[in-house]
């Protein structure tokens, strides 16, 4: 009875150390030898409100209450502070006064590197030895990472950039220049100029977790070079999924809306006006 017993917990035990967890890996390799970074990723935290320390506040829309309002968030600067230059300093804070008006994302344009990163959207990795595909669900962006490329330079700037990558050990390394100036960093009016240079860092730390870092060099306008880094989580529902996320027809829809109460508050002075007469 003894002997019967050991053996089936021996067999239990064996079924227990053989099977993986909910969710865990049992190798975060390629079979090219590369960390596996494939699968849909999210960051978490209000950094695409704002990359440093900041407490709640209104949002933009008092009729939401509550559920309109910014929350509180940890900074992601190394540091705590973004090392703007004096005049820069200045624009940001004219960016963060009308940031509903002037914030590149709010009109629905692409949001450039960092920030897709950190948007509250999921995006997907599809990684191959000689590119690595990045598909955001915001505004349906995509970017793609070639690690063959090595030296060459972009033709053109663009929105999201031009991305080379390589592997430093257990680390993917990707330079991202040739951004357009026209993107923000977050939604606190956060900016840069067309000399933006980022280099991006994705190390796996477990089976669904990663470690994100940037660097952002600009000597346009910053004093140096600053880093953020904040942890992305992979989504493990069985039916994780990108999803469309087409904001045109919403930065449409607040254009004209406002182009309406304009129009609706201006009919109204000329009414009173017309009533004094």
């Given at each position: 009875?003894?002997?019967?017993?050991?053996a089936?917990?021996?067999?239990?035990l064996?079924?227990?150390?053989?099977?993986p967890?909910?969710?865990?890996?049992?190798?975060?390799?390629?079979?090219?030898?590369?960390?596996?970074?494939?699968?849909?990723?999210?960051?978490?935290?209000?950094?695409?409100w704002?990359?440093?320390?900041?407490a709640?506040?209104?949002g933009?829309?008092?009729?939401?209450?509550?559920?309109?309002?910014?929350?509180?968030g940890?900074g992601?600067?190394d540091?705590?502070e973004?090392?703007y230059?004096?005049?820069?300093?200045?624009?940001?804070a004219?960016?963060?006064?009308?940031?509903?008006?002037?914030?590149p994302?709010?009109?629905?344009?692409?949001?450039?590197?960092?920030r897709?990163?950190?948007?509250?959207?999921?995006?997907?990795i599809?990684?191959?030895?000689?590119?690595?595909?990045?598909?955001?669900?915001f505004a349906?962006?995509?970017?793609?990472?070639r690690?063959?490329?090595?030296?060459?330079?972009?033709?053109?700037?663009?929105?999201?950039?031009?991305?080379?990558?390589?592997w430093?050990g257990e680390?993917?390394?990707?330079d991202?220049?040739?951004q357009?100036?026209?993107?923000?960093f977050?939604?606190?009016?956060?900016?840069?100029s067309?000399?933006?240079?980022?280099?991006e860092?994705?190390t796996?730390?477990?089976?669904?977790?990663?470690?994100?870092?940037?660097?952002?060099?600009?000597?346009?306008?910053?004093t140096?070079?600053?880093?953020?880094?904040?942890?992305?989580?992979?989504?493990?529902?069985h039916?994780?999924?990108?999803?469309?996320?087409?904001?045109?027809?919403?930065?449409?829809?607040?254009?004209?809306?406002?182009?309406?109460?304009?129009?609706?508050?201006?009919e109204?002075t000329?009414q009173?006006?017309?009533?004094?007469?």
């Amino acid at each position: 009875m003894t002997r019967l017993v050991i053996a089936l917990a021996s067999i239990l035990l064996t079924g227990i150390v053989a099977t993986p967890a909910r969710g865990q890996l049992i190798d975060t390799h390629t079979p090219d030898g590369n960390p596996d970074l494939n699968g849909i990723w999210q960051a978490m935290g209000s950094a695409h409100w704002d990359l440093e320390d900041h407490a709640a506040r209104p949002g933009p829309f008092e009729e939401l209450g509550a559920l309109g309002a910014i929350p509180a968030g940890l900074g992601v600067v190394d540091g705590g502070e973004i090392p703007y230059q004096p005049w820069a300093a200045e624009k940001r804070a004219e960016n963060r006064a009308n940031w509903v008006k002037l914030d590149p994302a709010v009109k629905c344009f692409m949001p450039g590197i960092p920030r897709a990163t950190y948007m509250p959207f999921p995006f997907q990795i599809v990684q191959t030895p000689k590119a690595i595909l990045f598909a955001y669900e915001f505004a349906s962006t995509s970017r793609v990472i070639r690690l063959d490329r090595p030296g060459s330079e972009a033709l053109a700037p663009s929105w999201m950039g031009y991305a080379l990558g390589r592997w430093e050990g257990e680390t993917l390394v990707v330079d991202v220049t040739a951004q357009v100036a026209d993107t923000w960093f977050d939604s606190s009016g956060n900016f840069h100029s067309d000399e933006l240079e980022v280099e991006e860092r994705y190390t796996r730390v477990g089976p669904d977790l990663m470690h994100y870092e940037a660097t952002i060099e600009d000597p346009k306008v910053f004093t140096r070079p600053w880093t953020i880094s904040m942890m992305l989580y992979r989504r493990v529902e069985h039916n994780a999924q990108i999803l469309e996320f087409k904001c045109v027809p919403f930065a449409e829809g607040a254009v004209y809306g406002h182009l309406r109460r304009g129009a609706a508050a201006g009919e109204e002075t000329e009414q009173e006006s017309g009533s004094g007469n």
